[in-house]
C-alpha cells in the first residue's frame, strides 16, 4: 500500500524558510513525478512544483526563486525547500505522485505545466499547515 507522509510544516514570520519533506513507501516502481500543491484558506488548490524523474522541474510563477524542489538520495523523500516566504504562501501543503508525465502541452495560468486537480494524481499525502504572518 502507497503511503506519502508530509512533515516540516510550521508557523514562520515572513522573510523566514522552512523546509517540507514527504516520505514515501509501497511503491513497486517509482513514480514518474512528484509534485508540491498548496490549498489556501477558501481557495482552490493549485501547483505549487513538480520533478519528474528526468529532473526536470516546474514552478508556479508566484514560487519562483524561493522555492526549491528536489528528492532526496533514496529517492522515497520529496523535499521542497521555502526562503523567502509571505504571508500568501500561508496554506495546507500537499505533495502528490504521478505514475506518468504530468506534463501539459501549455502553461496553465499561474505557470505550471501541470494540472493541480486531485482526481489526475494517483497519490496524495495528508498535508502540513504552513502559516506565514507578517
Known amino acids: 500500500q502507497v503511503h506519502l507522509v508530509e512533515s516540516g510544516g510550521g508557523s514562520v514570520q515572513a522573510g523566514g524558510s522552512l523546509r517540507l519533506s514527504c516520505e514515501t513507501s509501497?511503491?513497486?516502481?517509482?513514480?514518474?513525478?512528484m509534485g508540491w500543491f498548496r490549498q489556501p484558506p477558501g481557495k482552490e488548490r493549485e501547483g505549487v512544483a513538480a520533478i519528474d524523474s528526468n529532473g526536470t522541474t516546474n514552478y508556479a510563477d508566484s514560487v519562483k526563486g524561493r522555492f526549491t524542489i528536489s528528492k532526496g538520495n533514496a529517492k522515497n523523500t520529496l523535499y521542497l525547500q521555502m526562503n523567502s516566504l509571505k504571508p500568501e504562501d500561508t496554506a495546507m501543503y500537499y505533495c502528490?505522485?504521478?505514475?506518468?508525465?504530468?506534463?501539459?502541452?501549455?502553461?496553465?495560468?499561474?505557470?505550471?505545466?501541470?494540472?493541480?486537480?486531485?482526481?489526475?494524481?494517483?497519490?496524495w499525502g495528508q498535508g502540513a499547515q504552513v502559516t506565514v504572518s507578517s
Open positions: 509501497g511503491f513497486t516502481y517509482s513514480p514518474y513525478c
Open positions: 502528490a505522485a504521478h505514475l506518468s508525465p504530468p506534463w501539459l502541452g501549455h502553461p496553465r495560468p499561474g505557470g505550471t505545466w501541470f494540472d493541480p486537480r486531485a482526481s489526475l494524481w494517483n497519490f
